[in-house]
């Protein structure tokens, strides 16, 4: 597994665990992101599954673990 694999998963289980965002919701978003070639977290935003607030929690998250 490379890195950004690693990284990739953390953050999955990181909006799963602390955001409680639904595996359904995330694996739909992730579907969008290959789709659409965007940023997983904007792709949640885009289509509502996360709040501006859960968004900037995400940038946050990724800023100080990724």
Known sequence: MN???SNHQKLVRFLA???AI???SIA???RYAHHDRGPLP???WRY???SLEQL???FEWTANNV
């Open 48 to 50: 509502g599954f996360v």
């Open 42 to 44: 904007m792709i949640l």
């Open 28 to 30: 739909m978003a992730m």
């Open 17 to 19: 665990e602390e955001l």
């Open 22 to 24: 639904a595996p359904s």
């Open 3 to 5: 890195n950004l694999d």
């Open 56 to 58: 900037n929690q995400i």
